[in-house]
């Protein structure tokens, strides 16, 4: 009954910016961590940012401080990704989670998960 639906990705180019959306149902969503994955061809599956059930922490990779931005309204019960800046190692399937660990790097962390949106970064 828990449900996690990504919107917003498409092809974009370098330089330039997209919001990601995540809205979940099924679940107290105020009181759940919650956090971007991503996984391009290939390669593993890899942390972008988390944000904790109150938004007063946020946790992000390297790759993604000073260009990517996470936040969530707890009213609308969704959450999202800022995205500026956008290279060509950005193109990758795009995961929102869930969770109850804070806001937390490790994927083990989120128990619920949404099917993706892809993301392409065009150069």
């Known amino acids: 009954q828990v449900q996690l639906v990504e919107s917003g990705g498409g092809l974009v180019q370098a330089g330039g910016s997209l919001r990601l959306s995540c809205a979940a149902s099924?679940?107290?969503?105020?009181?759940?961590?919650v956090g971007w994955f991503r996984q391009a061809p290939g390669k593993e599956r890899e942390f972008v940012a988390a944000i904790d059930w109150s938004g007063s922490r946020t946790n992000y990779a390297d790759s993604a401080k000073g260009r990517f931005t996470i936040s969530r309204d707890n009213a609308q019960n969704t959450m999202y990704l800022q995205m500026n800046s956008l290279k060509r190692e950005d193109t990758a399937v795009y995961y929102c989670a869930a969770g109850l660990g804070g806001a937390a790097s490790g994927s083990a962390w989120y128990a619920y998960w949404g099917q993706g949106t892809q993301v392409t970064v065009s150069s």
């Open positions: 099924g679940l107290t969503f105020k009181t759940y961590a």
